[in-house]
C-alpha cells in the first residue's frame, strides 16, 4: 500500500518548506479510490495539487469526491511561424539584477494558482513567486531569464525553460506595475525568440482568468492548445 501511494503522490521539498506543510504533486489519479491522501505522519498538515484534462470530467468528479477544491482552469497557448522582431529594452539578466527580479515578482503576480487559493495567505504566495524567480540566479530553475531595462531601472523579467521537444517555455514572465503598458512583455518574448532559442516555438501556459495576459499572447500569433483544470487538497 505504502508504495502504491508513493508513486502516486510526488513529494516538492521546496514547495513544502514555503507552504509550512507537506507538499505533493498527484501525477496517478487512478488509485484515488482507495488513496485518497498522501501518506504522511499523524498530525501532518500536507497539501497536494493536481492537473486534469478539462475533457475528463469524470476524473475532476472523483477528485471533488475526495476533498480536491478548483482553483484554476489553465490555458496552454504556443506560437510557431515567422520569428518575432527582437524587442529593443531587453537583455540577459546578470546577477546584479537578483534584487530587483525577486521584488517585482513579489509583487506582480495576482491570477496565479497560489494567489487563487483561499487557503493560502497572499503574502505566503507572493514569497513563493519570489523565490522561484531567485531560483533562477541559484542556478536552481530556468535555463534563460531576460530582463527588460527602462529608464535604468529593471522593470520586467521573463524566465525560460528548454522545453524536451526543443520547444521555448515560458515559467514566469512579469512587468512591475509601474512600467506596464509600454510593450515590455512583448519585447521580452520576442528577445528571447531570438536570443535564446532561436526561431523555436514558444510555448506559455496562463490562467483563465488573466485576460490581460491572454490578449497578448493571442496579439503575439499564440493559439491555444488545450485547457486543464488545476485542483488543490489542503489537509491534516
Given at each position: ?65 475526495h ?6 482552469t489553465?490555458?496552454?497557448l504556443?506560437?510557431t ?20 527580479v ?24 507572493n ?45 514566469l514572465v ?55 483544470y488545476v485542483?488543490?487538497?489542503h489537509?491534516?
Amino acid at each position: 500500500m505504502r508504495a502504491e501511494c508513493a508513486a502516486e503522490f510526488t513529494p516538492d521539498a521546496w514547495l513544502s518548506g514555503h507552504l509550512d506543510k507537506a507538499a505533493f504533486h498527484l501525477s496517478n489519479e487512478t488509485g484515488l479510490v482507495h488513496h485518497g491522501r498522501p501518506m504522511v505522519a499523524s498530525g501532518v498538515s500536507w497539501f497536494v495539487d493536481v492537473k486534469v484534462q478539462t475533457s475528463d470530467t469524470r476524473k475532476l468528479r472523483q477528485l471533488e469526491d475526495h476533498g480536491f477544491h478548483l482553483i484554476d482552469t489553465n490555458l496552454q497557448l504556443t506560437r510557431t511561424g515567422e520569428a518575432l522582431e527582437p524587442g529593443g529594452q531587453a537583455r540577459h539578466a546578470k546577477k546584479s539584477d537578483a534584487k530587483r527580479v525577486a521584488e517585482i515578482a513579489r509583487t506582480a503576480f495576482h491570477y496565479d494558482r497560489f494567489h487563487a487559493d483561499p487557503e493560502i495567505e497572499d503574502e505566503m504566495a507572493n514569497e513563493i513567486k519570489a523565490s522561484w524567480a531567485s531560483n533562477f540566479f541559484k542556478g536552481q530553475r530556468g535555463e534563460w531569464m531576460v530582463v527588460a531595462e527602462l529608464e535604468g531601472d529593471v522593470a520586467g523579467f521573463l524566465q525560460l525553460l528548454r522545453g524536451g521537444d526543443g520547444a521555448l517555455l515560458i515559467d514566469l514572465v512579469a512587468v512591475d506595475e509601474r512600467y506596464r503598458g509600454r510593450g515590455l512583455a512583448n519585447s521580452m518574448i520576442s528577445w528571447a525568440n531570438q536570443h535564446c532559442l532561436r526561431n523555436a516555438p514558444i510555448r506559455v501556459g496562463t490562467q483563465i482568468a488573466n485576460v490581460p495576459s491572454i490578449r497578448l499572447y493571442e496579439g503575439m500569433g499564440f493559439k491555444v492548445d488545450s485547457a486543464t483544470y488545476v485542483l488543490h487538497q489542503h489537509g491534516c
